[in-house]
């Protein structure tokens, strides 16, 4: 478990790789290799992790510790890509926004799972090729949280409609082709 507190530039050339195991959705446990997001200014500014064109991420899982439902933090983009990436089996729990793809290159992104409160997979202001295979974008970990954090259940309600109404899988804006 690695605490991040400031944001993280993967270079070109260079891959982030950790060993990966799939999450429990009712724990916080799962990921082997787990980066355990603080909060502070620096993280609510940019996004956690920038892969520069040509950089790979395989094998992580992100957790952002301060995000409960009581309090929602407008976190940006967990994984923003500029240009060609490669995005492997990685999970982002409690995550405001999960992957951001922009700009040019071809974005090979598989075996992810997302549970954010805004978008999973945001493609936008993109000339280049996105392939995803293995992606689920779902809000089973809030809603498994949920009545964990809330007295006898309350707000379970209020938690299902936040997310019907705020959570999306996958938004293409401004794409060519």
């Known amino acids: 478990i690695y605490r991040i507190t400031e944001p993280l530039t993967i ?3 260079v891959t982030l790789r950790g060993d990966f195991s799939s999450p429990d959705s ?10 355990l997001v603080a909060d502070n200014q620096a993280l609510r500014n940019a996004p956690l992790l920038t ?3 040509g950089a790979a991420l395989m094998g992580i899982t992100v957790y952002y510790e301060k995000q409960t439902p009581q309090n929602i933090i407008e976190y940006p983009a967990s ?3 500029t240009g060609a990436a490669t995005v492997r089996q990685i999970a982002l729990l409690n995550a405001y926004h999960g992957i951001c793809v922009t700009g040019k290159g ?3 992104l598989r075996s992810a799972w997302i549970s954010s409160l805004d978008y999973g997979l945001l493609v936008t202001d993109n000339n280049a090729s996105v392939s995803v295979q293995d992606l689920s974008v779902s809000p089973s970990y809030w809603l498994n949280y949920a009545p964990q954090i809330f007295a ?3 707000g379970y309600s209020q938690m299902t409609e ?5 959570m999306h899988a996958v ?5 060519a082709d």
């Open 51 to 53: 892969l520069e064109d």
């Open 106 to 108: 071809t974005v090979d």
């Open 79 to 81: 994984v923003y890509c």
């Open 162 to 166: 936040y997310l019907h109404e705020n």
């Open 26 to 35: 009712k724990t916080t446990d799962g990921g082997k290799t787990i980066l």
């Open 171 to 175: 938004i293409l804006e401004t794409v």
């Open 152 to 154: 006898e259940g309350t």
């Open 11 to 13: 270079p070109a050339g």
